[in-house]
């Protein structure tokens, strides 16, 4: 609606924009609304994921299918309406001024079930495809790493894997090789 009242009534000065990315936020998850336009204008970002892939690495199939097994369980729309929002999410990793993204998945995320063995499949290949791209940094914390004691969260990066030997742990679970 706002693109058309924009199209009618703005002439071209953008004056709905502002609108759009409240009601773009509105449809997001409460506790993700500050962190949403932060992560848009960010010029880097380090990310840790131990539970389940990463937002902004997910696939659609996968992000559907862990949303809707929420509890209490979100309507079909909500479903949607969430799927919709997170895939957007996507758009920073093709923007002009490119975010140099760092990820360090945990090794269980890669082996934990969500949805099918089609949409783990697709997942891991969707994983790996990112992981190429050249403002990904992309590491495997394998499952034996030895994080004790105080200081285990400054020593993750040094425990995971090498990019290319990351690379190869996911192409290997998603049954791909190049």
Not at 78 to 94: C, G
Request: with cysteine; aromatic share 6%.
């Amino acid at each position: 609606m706002l693109v058309q009242l924009e199209r009618v009534l703005g002439g071209g000065t953008s004056v709905f924009d502002e609108m759009r990315e409240l009601v773009r936020l509105e449809k997001l998850p409460e506790q993700f609304r500050g962190y949403a336009p932060i992560e848009q204008k960010a010029v880097a970002l380090w990310l840790y994921a131990n539970h389940v892939v990463h937002g902004l690495f997910q696939t659609e199939a996968y992000a559907r299918a862990l949303i809707a097994g929420g509890r209490p369980e979100p309507s079909p729309e909500r479903v949607e309406e969430l799927v919709v929002a997170r895939m957007a999410r996507k758009a920073l990793f093709d923007r002009k001024q490119v975010c140099e993204i760092e990820l360090v998945l945990d090794e269980s995320v890669l082996r934990r079930p969500i949805g099918s063995e089609e949409v783990m499949r697709e997942q891991l290949a969707y994983v790996a495809e990112c992981a190429r791209r050249r403002n990904v940094n992309l590491q495997v914390l394998p499952l034996n790493a030895g994080l004790e004691g105080e200081y285990a969260g400054a020593k993750i990066r040094a425990q995971a894997l090498d990019p290319r030997r990351s690379l190869g742990v996911i192409e290997e679970l998603a049954g791909v090789r190049r």
